[in-house]
């Protein structure tokens, strides 16, 4: 089955840390640009992060810029999420996905990709 599994999320106090994983299953990520999406109860999907198949490119929404950054492991197959001082407006569902032939920004701004992920939860609360 082709799919992600994505973890590393939890619980954490404004100013807190996180590292998301993403993990592959099924499918090489290798040709893929892959990307961070987060939905908060009544919100929209939104493009938090994305990063191209050789990880030389990457975007951030400006909600997150200079605190989150993206990384990838083509041969572990995983893609990462750091997150530095978080906000509890950082809290919502986290989900992986990946997207061939685009561009970083067009698939973070249009929020389109495949083989999506059941998500990990983050919430920042005191």
């Known amino acids: 089955q082709l799919q992600f599994v994505e973890s590393g999320g939890g619980l954490v106090q404004p100013g807190g840390s996180l590292r998301l994983s993403c993990a592959a299953s099924?499918?090489?990520?290798?040709?893929?640009?892959i990307g961070w999406f987060r939905q908060a109860p009544g919100k929209e999907r939104e493009g938090v992060s994305c990063?191209?198949?050789?990880?030389?490119?990457?975007y951030y929404a400006d909600s997150v810029k200079g605190r989150f950054t993206i990384s990838r492991d083509n041969a572990k197959n995983t893609v990462y999420l750091q997150m530095n001082s978080l906000k509890p407006e950082d809290t919502a569902i986290y989900y992986c996905?990946?997207?061939?032939?685009?561009?970083?920004?067009?698939?973070?701004?249009?929020?389109?990709?495949?083989?999506w992920g059941q998500g990990t939860q983050v919430t920042v609360s005191s």
């Open positions: 099924g499918f090489t990520l290798d040709y893929y640009a």
């Open positions: 990063i191209s198949s050789s990880g030389g490119s990457t």
């Open positions: 996905a990946a997207k061939a032939f685009t561009t970083v920004q067009a698939m973070c701004v249009t929020k389109q990709g495949v083989y």
